[in-house]
C-alpha cells in the first residue's frame, strides 16, 4: 500500500516539475516572506496495523488463530495549519487533526481455515509537530519534505470487541509535498507516512464479557499501528 502511494505521488510530482521548466511570472511572491503562515487541510487517510503474531495455541480447543490488517478503506482526514517561517527553506508546523477512519481486522484459525472478522473504528485527533525543509522556490512550484511527531488519542475506542486498542498513541512522521502558488491562494498536495511508537493493542482485557474471546489478544505479542495521509493545503 506505501510503495505504491509513493509511485503515484512521485508520478504527479515529477509532471509538476516538468511543467515548471519555463521562467514564469510568479503568483504570491512575498507569501513565502511571513513570519506566519496558516490555512486549512482536508485529505484522505488509511489506517493500518501490525500484529505480531506468536503462534499461540487454545489449550482448550486446539485452535491456533493468525491475525492480521486484509483490507484498507479510505478514511477522512481534517484540520488546520500554523507554520513559523524560521528561515528561508525551513518552517516549524503545528497541525491540529482530525482522522475519521477504520481498520479491517481478520483472524484465521490454522487449522479449520475458519475466519473471523472485526471492524476496529477509530477517530484520532492528533497533534503534529513537524520541521518542513523546502527547496528553493522555481516559478510557481516549491517541492519539500516534512518530518516530526505525532501525538494522537482516539476518541471513539469501543470495548467488549475481540481486540482492544489503547486510547493514546504518538506516530512518527515523514512525508513530501509541493507549495503550488496560484494567483489567489497556495495549493499544498501532501503525501505523509505515520508509523505508531507504542504496541497500541490491550493485553489485559477486564472488559470483556466473553472470556473465549481473549485468544485473539493471547495470539499477538504487539501491535503497533501506521497510517498514510493524502491531504490538500489551501492558504
Not at 506566519?36 to 501490525?50: A, K, P, Q, T, V
Not at 470495548?159 to 486498542?165: F, P, Y
Not at 506516530?171 to 513530501?176: D, Q
Not at 505508531?196 to 505479542?221: E, F
Amino acid at each position: 500500500m506505501m510503495k505504491r502511494a509513493l509511485f503515484i505521488f512521485l508520478c504527479c510530482l515529477t509532471a509538476c516539475c516538468v511543467q515548471a521548466q519555463e521562467l514564469r511570472i510568479q503568483n504570491r511572491p512575498y507569501l513565502d516572506r511571513r513570519f506566519l503562515h496558516y490555512g486549512f487541510f482536508i485529505g484522505l487517510n488509511m489506517m493500518d496495523m501490525e500484529p505480531a503474531n506468536n503462534g499461540f495455541i487454545d489449550p482448550e480447543t486446539g485452535e491456533q488463530w493468525y491475525t492480521e490488517v486484509d483490507s484498507y478503506q479510505p478514511g477522512f482526514t481534517v484540520g488546520v495549519l500554523g507554520e513559523l517561517r524560521l528561515s528561508q527553506t525551513l518552517g516549524l508546523r503545528l497541525q491540529p487533526t482530525i482522522h475519521f477512519g477504520q481498520k479491517h481486522v481478520v483472524f484465521h484459525e490454522q487449522t479449520t481455515g475458519r475466519d473471523t472478522t472485526q471492524n476496529l473504528k477509530s477517530t484520532y485527533f492528533a497533534l503534529p509537530l513537524n520541521l518542513k525543509i523546502a527547496a528553493p522556490r522555481y516559478n510557481n512550484f516549491r517541492p519539500y519534505v516534512v518530518l516530526g511527531a505525532s501525538p494522537t488519542i482516539d476518541l471513539t475506542t469501543r470495548k467488549h470487541g475481540a481486540l482492544l486498542t489503547e486510547r493514546f498513541d504518538c506516530y512518527l512522521e515523514i512525508g513530501m509535498g509541493c507549495d503550488i502558488y496560484l494567483p489567489y491562494f497556495k495549493l499544498i498536495p501532501e503525501l505523509k507516512f505515520s508509523f505508531g511508537l507504542r504496541d497500541i493493542l490491550v493485553h489485559k482485557r477486564n472488559d470483556l464479557l466473553d472470556a473465549s474471546l481473549m485468544k485473539y489478544t493471547q495470539s499477538i505479542d504487539r501491535a503497533p499501528g501506521k497510517m498514510i495521509s493524502l491531504v490538500f493545503y489551501f492558504e
